[in-house]
C-alpha cells in the first residue's frame, strides 16, 4: 500500500528558501557568510578614481575606489558589521578584486604588480569600504631607430 502523502513524489518537498544571514556563529568564532556579502558588494554603489604619477623607476597607477553597502541595523548592529567585515578575507578579497576591476578599467594600460589597503567604516546607510590601489603600469621601452631603417 503506498502512502497518500508520497505518491508519485520523488526527493524533498517544496521548502521556501530564506535569505541567509550576514553572518555564522559557532562558539567563540564568528565568520561571514560569503554568499551573502558577495551580493551585498556585488550590489554596492562604487566610486572610483585614478591617475598615473611619473616616478623615477616609470610611470605608476594610485587608484580608489569606495564601495556603499546598503545594510539596516541599529548603530551597535552596524558597529559588529565593520568589525566583521574588516576581519573578514572574504570581504576583504571581494572588495579588492572589485577595485582592480575599477582600476584595470580606468589605467590608461596594463597594470602589475598590484598594491591595496583595505578600511571599513560606517556610513549612514550601512558599510563605507574603501580601496587604496596603487601599481606600476606596464609599458614596451621605445626602441631608437637608428638612421636608415
Not at 500500500?1 to 517544496?14: H, L
Not at 573578514?88 to 582592480?100: E, G, M, N, S
Not at 596603487?134 to 614596451?140: G, H, S
Request: no cysteine.
Amino acid at each position: 500500500m503506498v502512502d497518500a502523502d508520497s505518491k508519485g513524489r520523488r526527493g524533498p518537498g517544496v521548502r521556501k528558501s530564506r535569505e541567509q544571514p550576514l553572518f555564522q556563529r559557532g562558539g567563540e568564532q564568528v565568520r561571514a557568510v560569503e554568499s551573502r556579502w558577495r551580493a551585498l558588494i556585488d550590489g554596492a554603489d562604487a566610486m572610483s578614481e585614478g591617475a598615473v604619477r611619473t616616478e623615477t623607476n616609470g610611470r605608476v597607477w594610485y587608484g580608489s575606489t569606495s564601495l556603499i553597502v546598503a545594510l539596516t541595523g541599529t548603530d551597535s548592529e552596524r558597529a559588529f558589521y565593520v568589525a566583521l567585515a574588516s576581519r573578514d578575507i572574504h570581504v576583504r578579497t571581494r572588495a579588492i578584486r572589485t577595485a582592480v576591476r575599477e582600476a584595470e578599467s580606468r589605467a590608461p594600460g596594463t597594470l602589475g604588480k598590484l598594491s591595496a589597503e583595505f578600511r571599513v567604516s560606517e556610513d549612514s546607510v550601512g558599510l563605507r569600504i574603501d580601496v587604496e590601489v596603487q601599481a606600476p603600469l606596464i609599458e614596451r621601452r621605445r626602441r631608437s631607430r637608428s638612421p636608415g631603417e
